[in-house]
C-alpha cells in the first residue's frame, strides 16, 4: 500500500473505533456543554473580551482532553502490531488528520452552543467561524505530536500540559487576535496576515511531526 | 595555543566592552540617557541564549541521526546555559524596562515571548526528569527539543514584530539600523554581540566536558 492508502485506512480505523463506542466524543462534548454552562451561570452577562478568551480557555482544555487519548485508547501491542505493517509517518499524518476532523466536529458543535447559550453580538460571524475552524486545526497539529511524546514518556496528564502550554500559546496569541478582529467586524483583508501566519505555523508543525515521528516510534 | 586561541580573544573582547561600556561615551538621548549603556548588556544575552539553543537543536538532530550519547549531552548542557543567559536577559531586561518605561514587567509581546520560551525549555528539563532510561530519554527530549524550536522562533522574532511593542524594531518602531544607533555605540554594541555567544560556548562545553567526566567515571566504578 502506498502512504496516502495507509493514511486513509487508518483514519477509517479510527472512524470506526470511534463510532462503535463513541467515547470520547461524547464525553468531550458533555465537557464542553457543562463547561459552557457552568461559565453562563458564573458570569451571566460579559463583554465581548471576556466572552473571547472565555471561548478560547474552553476549547483549549476540551482539546487538549480529546486529544491526550490518542495514543493510549490502544494497547502496546496492537501498536506494535501497526508498527510492522504500515509506515510511522502514516500513522502520525492519519493521527493528526483524525484528530483535525475530531476537533473541526467538537469545535463547531461547541461554537453553537456557547453562542447560543451566551448571546454576544458578532461583527462578522463568519470570520469568527473561520478562526474556530482554524483554532481546532492548530490544536489538532500540535497536541497530537505532544501527546505522541508524553504517551512514550509515561503518558501522564500533568506532562501532557506542561509540554503542550508553552507550545500553544503562540498560535493561541494569533487566534485571539483573529477573533477579536472578527468580533470588531474588521475588514477581512486586515486579518489576512493572522491567517497566513495561523496556516504556516501549522505547516511547519506537521512537517516536523513527520519527520520527527519515526524517531519516537521506534522503541 | 592553537585551541586556545579563541577563548582569549572572547576574555578580551568582554573586558573590553565591560569597560567601554561602563566608562565609554554614550550620545545622550531622550528617556535613555545614561541607560542606553544596557544596550551592551541586555541585547547580547538574547544573542548568546538563541546561539545555544541552536547548538542545543543542532545536537538533538545529531543525536536522532546517529544515537551518540555524547550529542545527547551536548544538546543538554547548551540547554541549561542557554535557559541561564536567557535569566540574564530578564534581569537585565527588567532593570531598564524600570528606568525607561516605568515598570519592571510592562505588557510587551516580546517579555511575553521569551517568559514563554523559557516555560518551553523549562518544559524540556522536566521532561528530562520525568524519564528514567537513558536511551529513551534522550530520544524523547531530542524530538520535544527540535519540535519547540520553530515556535520559539515564531514566538520571539515573528509574533513581536507583528503587534505593537515597546522593543525597537516591532509595530513600526524602527529597527537599531533605522534609529541612528550612533556611531560611537556601534563597535562596541557589535563585539558585545559577538563576546557573549562566545564565553556561553565556552561555558557550554566546559559543562559538557564535565559530564563527559561524570560519565566516564560511573563506568569505571560500576
Known amino acids: ?92 499524518l492519519a493521527k493528526v488528520i483524525y484528530n483535525m476532523l475530531l476537533m473541526t466536529i467538537l469545535a463547531t458543535i461547541a461554537y453553537f452552543v456557547y453562542s447560543i447559550i451566551f448571546q454576544n453580538p458578532l461583527g462578522d460571524p463568519t470570520l469568527y467561524f473561520i478562526s474556530v475552524i482554524l483554532g481546532s486545526i492548530s490544536f489538532a497539529s500540535v497536541f497530537t505530536m505532544i501527546s505522541g511524546i508524553s504517551s512514550k514518556a509515561g503518558n501522564n496528564s500533568t506532562l501532557m500540559a506542561i509540554l503542550s502550554f508553552p507550545a500553544i500559546i503562540p498560535l493561541l496569541i494569533v487566534l485571539i487576535k483573529l477573533s477579536r478582529n472578527a468580533i470588531e467586524g474588521l475588514e477581512r483583508a486586515a486579518s489576512m496576515r493572522e491567517i497566513i501566519v495561523l496556516l504556516a505555523i501549522n505547516v511547519i508543525t506537521i512537517t516536523i511531526s513527520l519527520l520527527l515521528f519515526p524517531y519516537l516510534w521506534r522503541d | 595555543m592553537r585551541k586556545k586561541w579563541w577563548k582569549i580573544l572572547a576574555v578580551l573582547i568582554i573586558c573590553a566592552v565591560i569597560i567601554n561600556g561602563l566608562l565609554g561615551p554614550v550620545p545622550r538621548l531622550f528617556i535613555l540617557h545614561e541607560s542606553i549603556r544596557n544596550v551592551y548588556f541586555h541585547v547580547p544575552m538574547w544573542s548568546a541564549m538563541i546561539v545555544m539553543y541552536l547548538i542545543s537543536v543542532i545536537y538533538s538532530v545529531k543525536y536522532l541521526n546517529t544515537g551518540k550519547q555524547e550529542y545527547d549531552l551536548m544538546a543538554i548542557e547548551a540547554v541549561n546555559t542557554g535557559i541561564t543567559f ?48 537513558e536511551q529513551k530519554r534522550a530520544k524523547i527530549s531530542a524530538v520535544y527539543n527540535i519540535f519547540a524550536f520553530p515556535i520559539i522562533i515564531v514566538l520571539l522574532y515573528i509574533l513581536p514584530k507583528m503587534t505593537d511593542s515597546l522593543h525597537p ?46 560519565r566516564k567515571e560511573q563506568e569505571i566504578d560500576s
Do not use: H
Open chain 2, 169 to 214: 524594531g516591532s509595530g513600526g518602531n524602527a529597527t537599531f539600523g533605522q534609529l541612528q544607533m550612533s556611531n560611537e555605540l556601534r563597535p562596541t554594541f557589535y563585539a558585545a554581540m559577538i563576546g557573549w555567544p562566545i564565553i556561553a560556548f565556552w561555558i557550554c562545553s566546559m559543562r559538557y566536558r564535565v559530564r563527559l567526566l561524570e
Open chain 1, 1 to 92: 500500500m502506498t502512504l496516502l492508502q495507509q493514511v486513509k485506512t487508518l483514519i477509517l480505523k479510527d472512524i470506526i473505533l470511534e463510532w462503535r463506542s463513541k467515547y470520547a466524543i461524547n464525553g468531550i462534548l458533555l465537557y464542553v456543554v457543562s463547561t459552557v454552562f457552568v461559565c453562563y451561570q458564573a458570569f451571566k452577562s460579559v463583554d465581548t473580551t471576556v466572552w473571547n478568551a472565555l471561548f478560547w480557555i474552553i476549547m483549549l482544555f476540551a482539546s487538549i482532553n480529546a486529544i491526550n487519548k490518542s495514543f493510549v485508547q490502544e494497547n502496546p501491542n496492537r501498536q506494535l502490531y501497526y508498527y510492522s505493517v504500515v509506515d510511522p509517518r502514516a500513522i502520525i
Open chain 2, 86 to 133: 536567557c535569566f540574564f536577559g530578564l534581569a537585565t531586561g527588567m532593570l531598564w524596562a524600570n528606568i525607561t518605561w516605568g515598570e519592571p514587567w510592562p505588557n510587551d509581546p516580546k517579555l511575553n515571548g521569551s517568559a514563554i520560551a523559557t516555560l518551553m525549555y523549562l518544559a524540556y528539563l522536566v521532561l528530562r526528569n520525568a524519564l528514567e532510561e
